[in-house]
């Protein structure tokens, strides 16, 4: 009767090594899906992150573009007062203008004949 208990007793832990093998190809297999679902999680995150950077920087471009535009007027506004000074300068003292572009002119030689 031993000899059947045991025999019994042996089925049973087959079954239930059985049991425990399916149990852990499940989990197995649920553990696979798991991290391919979190991949999925992270990469929706990722284009996210990417499109939000992406507007940031269509944002800061535009900014951009906004203040080299409003230099550029402000540039062309002094120069173009600046340039009526000089040329009012001019007018009234056209002897000294020309002696300081023949200065301007003898100091831009001989930089260039340097080289």
Excluded: C
Excluded at 24 to 38: E, H, P, R, Y
Excluded at 41 to 60: H, L, M, N, P, T
């Amino acid at each position: 009767m031993a000899t059947r208990t045991k025999e019994i007793g042996n089925g049973t832990i087959d079954r239930r090594l059985e049991a425990l093998r399916n149990d852990f190809d499940t989990l197995q297999t649920d553990v696979k899906s798991l991290a391919g679902d979190a991949g999925v999680v992270a990469s929706e995150r990722i284009s996210k992150a990417i499109r939000s950077a992406e507007d940031v920087a269509k944002r800061a471009l535009h900014l951009a573009e906004d203040a080299t535009s409003q230099a550029i007027d402000n540039v062309e506004h002094w120069a173009d007062d600046n340039l009526n000074t000089v040329r009012g300068s001019i007018r009234d003292q056209p002897i000294y203008a020309i002696g300081i572009s023949m200065g301007v002119g003898a100091v831009v030689g001989a930089m260039l004949s340097r080289r």
